[in-house]
């Protein structure tokens, strides 16, 4: 059989950087120690004059996992400042509670605003 002379043979393995900059030339590498921490957000709830303290409270245990406790004096922090952090999540799940904060919200016809904001 003919030799092809564009076949490169078998495919080698990739080796780890020598970090000699010879050996490694023509090739990016990148260590790092440990994995990289994703992002978080923080879910902001505002206050406004018509959404009851009692659906707040309710918000906060359903959908923040608050305690009945914590979530009462959130909702006062809230109530008397004007806003408050109901949790800290990676963006997809900051997300994901502040439609479901809307959605509740909304079904009852109260005005009840939350949004995101980077840590
Ligand atoms: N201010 C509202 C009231 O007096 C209660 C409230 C608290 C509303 C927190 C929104 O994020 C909020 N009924």
Not at 4 to 10: F, K, L, R, V, W
Not at 30 to 56: C, G, I, S, W
Not at 72 to 99: D, N, P
Request: glycine share 6%; no cysteine; hydrophobic share 35%.
């Amino acid at each position: 059989m003919a030799q092809d002379p564009n076949d490169p043979g078998p495919p080698r393995a990739p080796r780890a950087p020598s970090g000699d900059p010879v050996q490694d030339r023509g090739v990016a590498t990148q260590t790092r120690k440990r994995v990289a921490r994703p992002p978080r957000f923080k879910v902001l709830l505002y206050n406004d004059d018509y959404t009851p303290m009692e659906f707040v409270v309710h918000l906060l245990e359903r959908v923040f996992r608050k305690s009945p406790a914590e979530a009462t004096e959130l909702m006062l922090q809230i109530h008397r400042s004007g806003m408050g952090v109901a949790g800290v999540y990676v963006l997809e799940v900051a997300e994901t509670k502040v439609a479901t904060v809307h959605k509740m919200a909304e079904e009852r016809g109260h005005p009840l605003r939350a949004g995101v904001e980077k840590e």
